[in-house]
């Protein structure tokens, strides 16, 4: 069998391979109960929750862009009636590991639905984490020397459903990545408003380019996580993004490259300022995917970006 190689050590440096979900099969609508995040109940209530051709499509764009631009993507394996569009939060890389967090149980065939990928990596870059320690993908960013982690105390994480990654999976991502400085972000969380839930710390935060960053101040609980942010990229390389564009996931872009970017051709305001920024921004429908609380980056799981050193 040839060896599938990893390595992701930051968010943006050029994509080579990477699995995007996929969203035949998806279930369609859950009910009340079953939804886990409070987007999603919002448009089940409202009766406008997306339908399977829409998402499809909206991945077919996704999936366009990469062959575009040469990338190997990699879907997971069908299974019906069960949603695996975001296979951000299933495992995640940091450098040459491959992650197997501990993930909601309800979502746990989706990592069996990409087992023929993982075989292709070499078992010894395969890390399991241990019991009790969770993370979602969406949750963790590697940045320079950094690794990027939105948390909840022990008291969030035990009222919110999304509530997903606690300080026990911090500390596995320090012990396990010695090397590099875990920062740690606590984030407000909601069952019940979608305006005030950041779901992961993508939902509220993202680098883009070399040294830049999108940010939205209100999904982090503590001023001094939002401050550190603006300190460590600089003020005039920061966009900071609206409670309604935060709702509308405007966060949750996806880097090609450092200077291209996949967004959502809704984000005018967003895609013009990123342009004068001299960015080269793909714009694709996405909307209907952002319905269910999640977007760009939550569909993707980078397995590897090209360095030079």
Not at 40 to 48: C, F, N, W
Not at 67 to 88: A, C, H, L, T
Not at 107 to 132: C, D, P, T, Y
Not at 159 to 185: H, I, M, W
Request: with cysteine; hydrophobic share 35%; glycine share 6%.
């Amino acid at each position: 069998m040839k060896r599938l190689s990893i390595l992701v050590k930051e968010e943006t440096a050029p994509l080579e391979a990477v699995v995007l979900g996929i969203a035949q099969d998806f279930g369609g609508e859950p009910s009340l109960e079953e939804a886990y995040d409070p987007k999603s109940k919002e448009h089940i209530k409202a009766g406008t929750f997306p339908v399977e051709n829409d998402l499809i499509k909206e991945m077919q764009a996704f999936n366009a862009v990469f062959e575009k631009y040469n990338i190997d993507v990699y879907r997971p394996e069908n299974i019906k009636d069960y949603n695996q569009v975001f296979s951000r939060d299933i495992a995640f890389v940091i450098d040459e590991k491959f992650i197997v967090p501990n993930i909601l149980e309800d979502r746990a065939r989706e990592f069996e639905a990409i087992s023929k990928v993982v075989e292709q990596i070499e078992s010894n870059l395969v890390v399991k984490m241990s019991e009790g320690t969770r993370v979602e993908g969406g949750d963790v960013m590697p940045w320079d020397d950094c690794i990027f982690v939105g948390v909840s105390d022990e008291e969030d994480f035990e009222k919110y459903t999304c509530a997903r990654t606690n300080y026990d999976g911090v500390a596995f991502l320090q012990k396990t990545f010695p090397e590099r400085t875990v920062v740690s972000f606590e984030l407000n969380k909601s069952d019940v408003e979608p305006r005030d839930n950041a779901l992961h710390l993508d939902c509220c935060f993202q680098p883009i380019g070399k040294d830049q960053a999108v940010i939205y101040p209100g999904g982090f609980k503590h001023e001094d996580d939002v401050q550190f942010l603006v300190d460590y990229f600089g003020e005039e390389n920061i966009i900071e993004i609206t409670r309604d564009e935060m709702y509308n996931m405007n966060s949750n872009l996806f880097s090609i490259s450092p200077e291209v970017i996949v967004s959502e051709k809704g984000f005018t305001r967003l895609n013009e300022e990123l342009r004068r920024r001299g960015f080269t921004v793909e714009e694709i429908p996405y909307a209907e995917i952002a319905k269910m609380e999640g977007l760009l980056r939550c569909s993707t799981l980078p397995l590897r970006r090209k360095y030079n050193d």
